[in-house]
């Protein structure tokens, strides 16, 4: 990861690339809940969501499922990401459940929702929520 340092600021990613923080339950497979995890073993993934992921990755940029998945799912996960062949950098556990997400950062955040069908992504302009000037 190529990673640009300033002097006393955490460092930003260089050259247009992106961190992409991926939800996997209802995004890239089956919604499934933590209480039913047997699920979390042979569910199908999404092969839209597998083929633009790996093309992300191909193209240089960081790849983090996020997921609210707990800590102890995580060797599952991570067996089912590697048995289905997604390409990926990390995997975080513990996501807030319940959704209606806002994340404030002091970096460039974007959010996408993703409503069914996982393709690159295209701009459009649409209303945010900002703070105040
Ligand atoms: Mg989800």
Redesign the pocket.
Known sequence: MELQYTEHLSPSLKGGIKNYLI?????ITD?IPNEEPERMVDCEPYLDALETINKWYDEGHQICFF??RTEALKQITIDWLDKNGFKYHSVLCGKPRG?NYHWIDNHLVKATR?KGKFTDLVEKNVSIEVFKD
């Open positions: 939800d996997i339950d209802g995004t919604d997921t609210s959704g993703y």
